[in-house]
């Protein structure tokens, strides 16, 4: 019942949203559809908490950096996003152009300054938005939030981070601040299932932009994955264990480690 009346709830507050901000399209500067933006994700946390019983608390704020830096986020959940966006100013996202084929999405997507990845059109083609995306935001000074994995990971499992943020870091010469989280425990991919208790967010150490691409990526997975891993202990009140690493699912499909398909994926 719970799970029933937060999809009503969100799926009402996003048609909501997307209305009002239509009508703003049309204006010059991305300035009210952010704010409706914002305001929109906002309303989704407080359907998290009073819908769904899941309490966010944020930790590590003083992490963030002045000016345009690179945000590295773990990625467990449908719902990881709507935590982090309300918490920093000028946030931009990096997104497949999936989400483009939804109605009017798509208008709302480039007045807020995406980066709208081409998925369908090869190397070249992602390389060259993800470029002009990246110098969009570098001159704004604007903040950019990226899921390295590039899935939503099950809990207690992680997939090969890319080198994308690395070269996204290098081409604007900003630091890169990590995410961890434990939200997953709680609402765990795109599952209807929700599971009340408190979500947590944590802004780690910003890691230099100007290290070696091996050294950079080893530390990014390091400090995500061992402190998501602390997270999620928390949460369960379990022993701290690491995640396992496991093969990217095909195009299109989720990663789902079950009791008949551990096998395939090691027992986290």
Known sequence: MRAMLFTIVYYMLSVLYVLVSVPFLILPGR???SVIIRSYTRAMNWNLRIVAGIRKEVRGQENLPEGAFVIGAKHQSWGDGYLIYPEVKSLSFVTGDHLEKFPLVGGILRKLGAIVIDTC?????????LREGMEVARKEGRRVLIYPEGHLAPVGYYFRYKPGIWHMAQAMQVPVV?????IGVFWSQQEKEKRPGKA???FLEPIPYDLPKDEFMNRLTEVVEARTAELVAEATGAPVTP???IPDPPKGMEAKPTPNNLAAYGKP
């Open 31 to 33: 300035g009210p559809v």
């Open 243 to 245: 995640a396992i690493l």
């Open 200 to 202: 947590v967010i944590e």
């Open 121 to 129: 059109g090869g190397g070249e083609r992602k390389a060259a938005s």
């Open 178 to 182: 990590p995410v961890a989280t434990n």
